[in-house]
């Protein structure tokens, strides 16, 4: 089992920057892919991030491309998200995830946290 624990989100205006952070408790953290997700008012849940076990592999949705970057800390079980140049579209409860996986086109995990929320001023 692992349990996440996000933090980070805020309001901040457009142009600004964010750092999420997820806390991850388990002894198996650094062996599995993990990655971010998002969900804004309305929309379905989207896959934002994901980075590989070693961090030597990192995928992103393209809206996200060139603004934000995924990264891990295997000695302090830490997931992290730095989002720059935001945009009023990234407005969203932000979900950190874990045992990630891809297949039939979309992206999955087997853990999730709670969220934290993200909300961007225009």
């Known amino acids: 089992q692992v349990q996440l624990v996000e933090s980070g989100g805020k309001l901040v205006q457009a142009g600004g920057s964010l750092r999420l952070s997820c806390a991850a408790s388990?002894?198996?953290?650094?062996?599995?892919?993990m990655g971010w997700f998002r969900q804004a008012p309305g929309k379905e849940r989207e896959f934002v991030a994901a980075?590989?076990?070693?961090?030597?592999?990192?995928y992103y949705v393209d809206s996200v491309k060139d603004r934000f970057t995924i990264s891990r800390d295997n000695a302090k079980n830490t997931l992290f998200l730095q989002m720059n140049s935001l945009k009023a579209e990234d407005t969203a409860m932000y979900y950190c995830a874990a045992r990630l996986g891809y297949g039939s086109g979309n992206w999955y995990a087997d853990y999730w946290g709670q969220g934290t929320q993200v909300t961007v001023s225009s």
């Open positions: 980075i590989s076990w070693s961090s030597d592999t990192t």
């Open positions: 388990g002894r198996t953290f650094s062996s599995y892919a």
